[in-house]
């Protein structure tokens, strides 16, 4: 059977810490390929950027990588969603394959607050990637603990390195005109700087 991670996030804009993740655990789950999913209309966050132009982006930082695909499953859907219901989707087009949903270690502790977590914890098993040196082990297995005990969470913990970059931090450097080299891939700093973004606060 095969194995396929997928990876939602804003990607506002994609960055290198996220695309080390998906190689690390693409290699140590033996997963076939990693779809990435960009958000079309995330209940929680204000974006400046369209979907169109962070799908772009994400596009553009997984080409030269042949088991990375992208999805616009959620970035063409009108109506706002979510992930569970994203997965379920993919789960009616990948009816042979396994699905893993890989997140980072910030997001494993706000777990607990994403909507329908318990539903969504029945339709797929999640990979963390733990960079070590970051938290406190004996924490990360508390939550993993309450979200096992709670929603029946599955996780599966890969060892990555830490990158401390965010896409925040990111968008924070090109508004005070500081350099994006070796934080991001080339094309995706070329089109941000062709199309100006993130230069000004909406
Ligand atoms: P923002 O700063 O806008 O919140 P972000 O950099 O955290 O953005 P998202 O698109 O929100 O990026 O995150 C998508 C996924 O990538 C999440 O599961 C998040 O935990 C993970 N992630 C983001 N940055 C890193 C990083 N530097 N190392 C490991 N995982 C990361």
New binding site residues.
């Given amino acids: 059977m095969k194995k396929y991670g997928i990876?939602?996030?804003?990607?506002?804009p994609i960055?290198y810490?996220?695309l080390m993740?998906c190689e690390y655990i693409k290699e140590e789950m033996g997963l076939d390929k990693v779809i990435f999913i960009p958000t079309g209309n995330p209940p929680h966050?204000e974006l400046e950027l369209s979907a169109e132009d962070r799908y772009e982006m994400v596009r553009l930082a997984i080409s030269p990588n042949p088991d990375f695909e992208i999805s616009d499953i959620e970035t063409t859907r009108v109506k706002k969603s979510y992930t569970v219901d994203t997965i379920r989707e993919l789960k009616k087009i990948y009816k042979e394959e396994k699905l893993y949903f890989?997140?980072?270690?910030?997001?494993l502790f706000q777990l607990k607050t994403w909507m329908k977590i318990g539903d969504l914890s029945q339709e797929i098993e999640f990979v963390v990637?733990l960079?070590p040196g970051y938290l406190d082990r004996e924490e990360v297995n508390k939550e993993i603990d309450f979200l096992r005990e709670n929603f029946g969470t599955k996780i599966n913990l890969i060892k990555?390195p830490l990158?401390?970059?965010?896409?925040?931090?990111l968008r924070d450097r090109i508004r005070e005109g500081k350099s994006l080299r070796y934080l991001i891939p080339k094309k995706v700093l070329d089109y941000i700087e062709e199309s100006g973004f993130y230069k000004v606060d909406l």
């Fill in positions: 990876f939602g996030g804003s990607f506002n960055h810490g996220h993740i966050k890989l997140i980072g270690l910030d997001s990637a960079r990555t990158y401390e970059i965010s896409s925040t931090d």
